[in-house]
């Protein structure tokens, strides 16, 4: 059972590059997130998807762009890579709509940018 | 807006002593209630959650939590501690009605000494 892949599992960026952190699940649901954590500050949601083609901002969404093409993928791109953006990112996902349905996490991608 | 207090960062416990781990949160409406875990190197796991009903939920690995509506707070415990459980503990809301808007605390770092 693959669950939430995320990869890559670590990364170092110069400022200014640019990446793309790949997120892909296999159980069919419907919602994924992006959620940054950061020291003492918890998790904060970055964007968010319902289903293939429809995307919305989370809290922290600048600097980020997402996409969902297919209900598998969801990757998260940053264009110009800022040392405010060195943090550990989480992929997520969700089945159905509620409040009450909990998140299945992928393991991580730990970002530094220098 | 919703928010989620975690006023422990780090609890420190000995080996099968009991543990509580406060969260309290701010809400105008009825909400879902959460608490994930994260071991080393991991994403977050759900521990245990609340959507109706009894307010004693109980969870995965002998954790216990209380919905308590009038204090708004819903405090995990567990009655004696194993050294596995050495781990971030992440206290989590969603409000009924806006769709799966989740709203993370900052976490609590147990660490169980033998």
């Known amino acids: 059972n693959a669950g939430v892949t995320q990869t890559p599992k670590f990364r170092i960026l110069k400022i200014g590059q640019s990446m793309t952190l790949q997120c892909t699940q296999d159980?069919?649901?419907?919602?994924m997130y992006w959620y940054r954590q950061d020291p003492g500050m918890g998790l904060k949601l970055i964007y968010y998807s319902v289903g293939a083609g429809i995307t919305d901002k989370g809290e922290v969404p600048n600097g980020y762009n997402v996409s969902r093409s297919t209900t598998e993928d969801f990757p998260l791109r940053l264009e110009l890579a800022a040392p405010s953006q060195t943090s550990v990112y989480f992929c997520a996902s969700s089945y159905i709509q509620g409040a009450n349905e909990k998140l299945f996490f992928g393991s991580g991608t730990q970002l530094s940018v220098l | 807006a919703q928010s989620v207090t975690q006023l422990d960062s780090q609890v420190p416990v000995f080996e099968e002593a009991p543990v509580e781990l406060r969260c309290n949160y701010s809400s105008s409406v009825s909400v879902y209630l959460f608490w994930y875990v994260q071991y080393p190197n991991q994403g977050l796991q759900l521990l245990l959650k609340y959507l109706s009903g009894s307010t004693l939920v109980k969870g995965i690995n002998g954790f216990e939590a209380e919905f308590n509506k009038s204090q708004t707070s819903f405090h995990l415990r567990k009655p004696s501690v194993h050294i596995s459980d050495t781990a971030e503990y992440f206290c989590?809301?969603?409000?009924w009605g806006t769709g799966n808007q989740f709203y993370f605390g900052t976490g609590t770092s147990l660490t169980v000494i033998p």
């Open positions: 989590a809301v969603s409000e």
């Open positions: 159980m069919n649901h419907n919602y």
